[in-house]
Structures are given as structure tokens and as C-alpha cells.
């Protein structure tokens, strides 16, 4: 009885020790945009390049209309908080300052450096290219609060000037969760302050993104939640250390094998809202679950062919992960489309959070590899 006691009370002190960061799943700038009747304009006016991130030499983000999932973080002396995208493609921590005019900065939390007593200027300006503008900005450091985690002397950006198109996201800024290699700077990022100042137990992070309920997502530092999935965690190692990049064997559907033939790249990025991939391989995936193309290489379904539509089975190092068509479709009062996004010519993959809303995904840092399982 004892020994079974000690074991209960190790379990409940290792769950105390797990850092959860409540995602909320809040309105996406396409919403928005729609409501006001603005999405066509701003869709011409910025369109969509999902792999602007993904190229060598800058560091970058791009204007995601389908984001919908923030968590909130606090910086300084008294807390000013923000909400943030914690992405997995990218390694920088910056939010809005109040030395920022852009409208994007206007209608956001802006950081006052003057308001915190922890504060201290650095001597670098930063820059993060987008897809459609960019980002640019001074370095400072201060006490950033993340889940309960008080992380010190956390190098950020405070943003100067802003790309109009982040005036229509949610978020305030970006947390990046990506490798130090990527970090504009050569900023330390979060997570590794985090390891480094021996704040959480294990250096891994791991995320869930719940399907269509508001409530429910988080991202727990220094551990994993096994109640969000079901099985074990099959652990595939990266191909590259920079992004979360493993090798994807093949994507099939009943057998066939639609893209990626003979093997590609895969990034998992929390930060990105589709599936994306070559144009070609896209739009033959969208070809074969009977989508039409339109002239933003969106795919359009009738919404009532949506539960005969073939599931899509991604390989990746040997394992199969399939994505039925209840989570690659989504409705709005819009119609249907499909969660495929147009990649270009890059023959990378980006598995964002069409794939990431089926299975929990850990990231293990210092063993450099990833864990997947299927949600609950």
C-alpha cells in the first residue's frame, strides 16, 4: 500500500510540474475580413505564400488569414500581457511597442518598456521579412511569464513597424518555438532559456489542438499530457535541426500514391493553418477528393459530398498517419473548401493544423525528434 502511495503521489507532483498555456480558438482574419466585406480586396492585395517563411536567409511569417489558435503571455515589471501564436516555424518572441505607428500596432497591445522596472534595451534592431511585407523593431530584455513559467532576461522584439495585413490577425505577436539556428539575431528563444534556467522537467514541449470546440487546446511546457491522445507517441527524428523537419515517405490516398512520390520534407508547424505542399502535388490531391481549384488555389467542395470524400494518408518514416475528410474540409457559411495550401515550386511540406487537429504532437528537443499519436 506504501509503495503504491509514493507512486500516486510522484504522478500527481509530475502533472503539478506540467506548464499548460490555455489556447484559445479565436475568430481568423479571413472572419473578419469576410464580415466586413474586405476579404476579396485584402486577398488580392496580399496574397497567401505559405513557404515566405520557409526560405533561406530571412526569417519570416506570412499573412495566414486561418490562424486561429492564441495563447496569452505576460513581459515585465508590473505583467503587460499579450496573446501570441506560438509557432513552431520560426524562434522569435516579439509583440507590438508603443514606438510602433503602423495600424497593425493601433488596434493591438502595445509593450512600454518605460512601464516595466525589469526592462533593459539592447544594442541590435531587428528585421523578420513576411511574405508581404515585414516586421522591424528594436531588441530589449525583460522577465517574460509564459504558463506560470517566469523566464529571466528574455531577449525580444518590440516592433517598430508592422506589415498592414497583421491588422486584421488576432494576435498580438509571435512566440517563436522553432530552433536557436533559425533566430533572427541569434536570439536564445524561449524554450531554451527555459531548459537553461532548469524551469521545466524535461526539455520537450508538446501541443493539442482541439478539432471544432472553442475551448480545450494548450501547449504544455517540460512534459506531455497523456489524456490528450489515444496509444503511445510513435517518436520520428528530424531531418534537419533548424524547423521541426522530418522525411515523409509518401501521401496516398486508398493506396495510391498521390504526392510527394519518392519521398520528401515535412515541416509540423503550429504556425501555418494548412497542409501545404508543391502547387502540383496540391492540386492533384485536390483533384482526387473531387475539389474544384479556384483562382486562389483554394480547393471548393460541395459541402455535401463532405463525409464520402476519401481519407488521406500521410507516411512519414515508415508510419502512417491518415487525415479523414471531416478534419481536411472545413465549412463556413461560404461554402467548403479543403485544407491543402499552394506551396509554389519548393518541394517541401508543411504539416500545419489540418494535420496537427488529429494528432498530438510532442517536440523533444534535445533528442531532436518528434512525437505523434492520435487525439482523443
Not at 482574419?29 to 464580415?35: H, K, P, S, Y
Amino acid at each position: 500500500m506504501m509503495k503504491w502511495l509514493i507512486v500516486l503521489t510522484a504522478l500527481v507532483a509530475f502533472s503539478e510540474c506540467l506548464h499548460r498555456i490555455p489556447l484559445i480558438k479565436g475568430k481568423t482574419a479571413r472572419q473578419d475580413l469576410q464580415e466586413k466585406g474586405l476579404w476579396d480586396k485584402y486577398r488580392k492585395m496580399y496574397p497567401y505564400n505559405p513557404m515566405a517563411k520557409f526560405v533561406a536567409g530571412s526569417e519570416s511569417m506570412t499573412n495566414d488569414a486561418d490562424l486561429a489558435y492564441y495563447g496569452v503571455v505576460s513581459i515585465g515589471t508590473p505583467p503587460q500581457s499579450f496573446t501570441v501564436i506560438f509557432d513552431t516555424g520560426s524562434s522569435n518572441l516579439w509583440v507590438p511597442s508603443v514606438y510602433c505607428s503602423s495600424e497593425a500596432c493601433e488596434n493591438h497591445n502595445q509593450f512600454n518598456p518605460q512601464q516595466s522596472s525589469t526592462f533593459k534595451w539592447g544594442d541590435q534592431s531587428l528585421s523578420i521579412q513576411y511574405g508581404t511585407g515585414s516586421m522591424t523593431g528594436y531588441l530589449g530584455s525583460d522577465t517574460v511569464e509564459v504558463g506560470g513559467i517566469s523566464v529571466a532576461n528574455q531577449v525580444f522584439g518590440l516592433s517598430q513597424s508592422e506589415a498592414p495585413f497583421m491588422a486584421s490577425m488576432t494576435a498580438d505577436g509571435i512566440l517563436g518555438l522553432a530552433f536557436q539556428s533559425l533566430a533572427s539575431d541569434d536570439v536564445v528563444p524561449v524554450f531554451y532559456n527555459m531548459i537553461s534556467q532548469n524551469l521545466v522537467p524535461q526539455p520537450l514541449f508538446s501541443v493539442y489542438l482541439s478539432g471544432n470546440s472553442q475551448q480545450g487546446s494548450e501547449v504544455v511546457f517540460g512534459g506531455i499530457d497523456n489524456s490528450h491522445f489515444t496509444g503511445s507517441l510513435t517518436w520520428i527524428p528530424l531531418s534537419s535541426a533548424s524547423y521541426w523537419e522530418i522525411n515523409m515517405d509518401s501521401v496516398t490516398i486508398n493506396g495510391q500514391t498521390v504526392a510527394c512520390s519518392g519521398g520528401c520534407q515535412a515541416i509540423i508547424d503550429t504556425g501555418t493553418s494548412q497542409i501545404v505542399g508543391p502547387t502540383s502535388d496540391i492540386n492533384n490531391i485536390n483533384s482526387w477528393v473531387g475539389a474544384t481549384t479556384n483562382q486562389y488555389g483554394e480547393g471548393i467542395v460541395n459541402c455535401q459530398n463532405v463525409q464520402s470524400m476519401p481519407d488521406i494518408t500521410f507516411t512519414l518514416n515508415g508510419n502512417s498517419f491518415t487525415v479523414p475528410s471531416s478534419a481536411y474540409v472545413s465549412q463556413s457559411s461560404y461554402g467548403c473548401s479543403t485544407g491543402f495550401g499552394q506551396g509554389g515550386s519548393m518541394a517541401l511540406w508543411i504539416l500545419g493544423d489540418v494535420f496537427i487537429r488529429e494528432y498530438y504532437v510532442a517536440f523533444d528537443v534535445s533528442n531532436q525528434q518528434i512525437g505523434l499519436a492520435k487525439n482523443v
